[in-house]
């Protein structure tokens, strides 16, 4: 039987995450974006709140949240701010390559010692001259007797330089194109290993990207996750779940505008009476409202086929396509709301509008999602 209902632990945990992004986020957004600072103390008090990686196993001392847990508060955090749930997401998206192949003594190595403080972890997989196309990497590895050496540069990486361990894949052998990929744990401090930070984002810009450089970075073969050769279905299996979390971002930021659009709509007057009674204002809310009500079934609908074992690349993709490119059109609306006040910073739809845009291209772009869901249904029959 269907159950649409959340568990009381769940909803207990929305509650904390609600009341944190009201108190804490919310107010603090617009500052962060308009300085591009790194969001340290928020970081720290979600680590205090023990929402910072809950997706690490029990067995690591971590919560071992599942991905509808994961998704429940990825919506809360990001209805405050797109760009510092961005920096908790990308945390939870480095560490996941390590749970889904890393062995019991890699997982308690690398997942353990996060817990214990605001630290973060990393995914470096595009570069500067490919993102979707992943198996063209030209990051390169080499074999010295008990150790990989890394050169190269990846680029967009979220928590870049500023993660403690970095899930880096890199090619062996370009021959072998996707098969000739590895996924290595490269620790913050390897010699070698450095990094720039990206100024000038359109938005989210509380959340840290950068460019990472591996100059003869050296480390042991131990931090190789899988078999040699299986980095590529590694960082693919890990996009698979990890789109789940960016749709529910989208979700939350969606939500947000609509309460913002809401709000105004219900101050500002026009003719003598505020504009929610005008009928194309009403349309208006009401197709925000349809979208997120949409968006976010569908989202835990991959959620629950992720945390079942079940198959989710079809799923994933369409909750992270479909959310994403609602909320975008959300926030479109919302600024149409505003008028005049929409285009600037004194209100925050503007903000969101140009924090949602990276949902439709990180994770895998809209794009893709939709040759991933063409390949679904073609090879279906």
């Avoid at 994961?70 to 961005?86: D, P, R, S």
């Avoid at 996707?178 to 990094?195: I, N, Q, R, T, Y």
Wanted: aromatic residues 8%.
């Amino acid at each position: 039987m269907i159950n649409f209902s959340l568990s009381d632990e769940q909803k207990q945990m929305q509650q904390l995450a609600r009341q944190f992004t009201r108190d804490v986020i919310v107010p603090q957004a617009a500052a962060f974006d308009r300085s591009e600072a790194f969001p340290k103390e928020i970081v720290a008090q979600v680590h205090d709140l023990g929402l910072l990686n809950a997706i690490i196993p029990e067995s690591c001392s971590g919560l071992g949240l599942g991905m509808l847990d994961e998704v429940i508060l990825g919506e809360e955090f990001a209805y405050g701010c797109m760009g510092i749930y961005t920096i908790l997401m990308a945390s939870d998206l480095g560490t996941t390559p390590i749970i889904l192949a890393g062995t019991e003594e890699q997982k308690k190595r690398f997942l353990s010692p996060l817990l214990k403080g605001p630290n973060l972890a990393a995914f470096a997989l595009s570069e500067p001259d490919n993102g979707s196309d992943a198996a063209a990497m030209k990051t390169r590895a080499s074999f010295d007797g008990d150790d990989v050496i890394l050169n190269g540069n990846k680029m967009w990486i979220t928590n870049g330089g500023l993660a403690d361990i970095t899930v880096v894949f890199a090619s062996f052998d370009p021959d072998l194109k996707h098969k000739g990929v590895l996924a290595v744990v490269v620790e913050k401090d390897a010699p070698g290993f450095s990094h720039q930070k990206i100024h000038g984002k359109m938005g989210q810009r509380a959340s840290w990207t950068a460019e990472l450089i591996f100059d003869n970075v050296r480390v042991p073969k131990a931090n190789i996750l899988g078999e040699v050769g299986e980095g590529f279905k590694i960082a693919m299996k890990t996009l698979d779940k990890t789109r789940v979390p960016v749709a529910a971002g989208s979700v939350g930021l969606a939500r947000r505008a609509l309460d913002e659009s809401n709000k105004y709509a219900s101050e500002r007057l026009a003719f003598g009476k505020p504009i929610n009674q005008i009928q194309s204002i009403q349309i208006k809310l009401a197709e925000m409202k349809m979208g997120i009500e949409t968006a976010r079934w569908q989202t835990f609908y991959a959620a629950w086929l992720v945390d079942n074992g079940m198959p989710h690349t079809e799923a994933s993709a369409i909750a992270k396509c479909y959310a994403s490119d609602m909320a975008f059109n959300a926030a479109n609306e919302a600024i149409q709301v505003h008028g005049g006040y929409g285009y600037v910073n004194e209100y925050p739809v503007e903000k969101l509008l140009r924090d949602v845009k990276l949902n439709q291209i990180y994770e895998g772009t809209n794009e893709i999602q939709r040759l991933v869901i063409a390949r679904s249904v073609i090879y279906s029959l």
